[in-house]
C-alpha cells in the first residue's frame, strides 16, 4: 500500500515540524524571560563582550556574601553594647557607697552594700553570657561556649584568696594574682592552681574573627569577657561579695582593707567599661556605614546590570503573545496539511 505522503509531503511536514519546534523553543525563552526579566542570550545582550557583566556579578555576589555578615556583626555589636550597659546599670555606683562607708566607719552599710554586689556580679555575669545570632557574646572565637562561670564559683575562688593569708596585704596579692597571674619566673601567691583566665573565663583567649567591611578591611568589632575593663569590674565585685565570707571578716580592720579595695576597683571598671563602649560606639557607627555603602553599591551595580541585560516585561509579554499565535497558527497549518495529504491519498 502506498504511503498517503508523497515526498514533497514529507518535506513540508518536516518543515513545519521544524518551524513548530523553533516556536516553542523561542515560546519558553520569552516566558523565562517574563519570568526573570533578563534576557536569556546574555552573548547578544552585552554586544558581544559579557566581560563587563561577568564582572558585575562578581562584584555582586561578594556583596551577597558579606552583606548578611554585616548584618550579623551589627546585631552582635549592639547586643554586646546592651550587656555592657546591663552590667554597668547593675553595678551602679557601688564603689562609691563602699567608699563613702568606709570612710565614715559605718561598716554595717558597707556590708549591705557588699551584699548588693554579690547580686551585681550575678546580673554581670549573665549579661557577659548573652549571646546574639546563636553564638556567645563575650567568649572570644569560642563562640559556641558561654563566656563566664557562675557567680559563686566566682565568689568562692576569690574567697580562697583572701583565705591564703591572715595578712590582707598578701591576701590581696592572693587575689591580683588570681586574676592576672605572674609571669615566670615569679610564683602565684593564690594558693590553688585556679586562674581568672583558665576557670573564671570558659572563652577563648583569642578574639572572635573581624568581620569584613570591603575587600581587605576587616573591621574587630567583639568584646571578650577578659578584657582588663571587664576583669576588673568582676574583680571588684567578687572582692565586696567575698569580704564577709572568708576568714577575714573576723577581722574589722582587714574588712574594711578589703571593702576599700573593691571600691576603688569598682570606681576604676566604671570608667574603663565606659571607655570599652565608646570604642565599641566607634565599630558600630562603622557597621552602620558599611551596611549602608554596601547596599547602595549593590543598587548601583544592580541597575547596571539591568541596563545591560534586562527585559522589558511589556515587550516580553508581547513577544509571548506573537509567539502564541505563531504557533497556534502552525499548529493549524500543520493539522490542514495532514487533512489534505490524507484526502488526496484517498482519491
Known amino acids: ?45 552585552t554586544g558581544g563582550d559579557p566581560a563587563r557583566l561577568t564582572a558585575i556579578d562578581r562584584s555582586l555576589a561578594m556583596l551577597d556574601a558579606r552583606t548578611p555578615l554585616i548584618g550579623l556583626a551589627r546585631t552582635r555589636a549592639a547586643a554586646t553594647q546592651t550587656a555592657l550597659e546591663t552590667a554597668q546599670t547593675a553595678t551602679g555606683d557601688l564603689g562609691v557607697k563602699l567608699l563613702a562607708d568606709i570612710r565614715i566607719g559605718d561598716l554595717s552599710s558597707a556590708g549591705l552594700h557588699a551584699r548588693d554586689a554579690a547580686t551585681a556580679l550575678a546580673q554581670v555575669l549573665g549579661a557577659l553570657n548573652g549571646s546574639a545570632g546563636g553564638r556567645y557574646l563575650f567568649s572570644g572565637a569560642a563562640v559556641d561556649a558561654p563566656a563566664m562561670a557562675a557567680a559563686d564559683d566566682v565568689i568562692n575562688f576569690v574567697v580562697a584568696g583572701l583565705n591564703a593569708d591572715p595578712d590582707v596585704t598578701i591576701a590581696l596579692q592572693a587575689v591580683d594574682d588570681f586574676f592576672t597571674p605572674p609571669a615566670p619566673p615569679a610564683v602565684t601567691t593564690y594558693p590553688g592552681p585556679e586562674t581568672f583566665g583558665a576557670d573564671a573565663f570558659l572563652g577563648d583567649a583569642a578574639d572572635a574573627p573581624p568581620v569584613e567591611l570591603t575587600p581587605g578591611q576587616r573591621l574587630p568589632y567583639a ?121 488526496n491519498f484517498l482519491r
Not at 523561542?26 to 536569556?40: D, K, N, S, Y
Open 1 to 45: 500500500m502506498p504511503s498517503p505522503l508523497g515526498a514533497p509531503d514529507i518535506l513540508s511536514q518536516r518543515r513545519l515540524g521544524a518551524a513548530q519546534n523553533e516556536a516553542k523553543a523561542a515560546l519558553e525563552r520569552a516566558r523565562g524571560e517574563l519570568a526573570t526579566g533578563e534576557q536569556a542570550d546574555r552573548f547578544k545582550a
Open 223 to 343: 568584646v571578650r569577657a577578659d578584657a582588663p575593663e571587664i576583669r576588673e569590674l568582676i574583680r571588684g565585685l567578687a572582692l565586696a561579695a567575698a569580704a564577709e565570707r572568708s576568714n577575714l571578716a573576723a577581722d574589722p580592720a582587714a574588712q574594711r582593707t578589703v571593702l576599700e579595695e573593691a571600691g576603688r576597683s569598682l570606681i576604676a571598671a566604671g570608667d574603663g567599661v565606659t571607655l570599652l563602649r565608646s570604642q565599641l560606639g566607634g565599630a558600630e557607627t562603622a557597621l552602620e556605614a558599611a551596611q549602608t555603602r554596601t547596599a547602595a553599591e549593590r543598587a548601583t551595580l544592580s541597575i547596571a546590570r539591568n541596563d545591560m541585560i534586562g527585559k522589558d516585561l511589556y515587550d516580553a509579554a508581547s513577544e509571548i503573545s506573537s509567539l502564541e499565535g505563531r504557533l497556534q497558527a502552525i499548529f493549524a497549518i500543520t493539522a490542514r496539511a495532514s487533512e489534505l495529504s490524507f484526502v
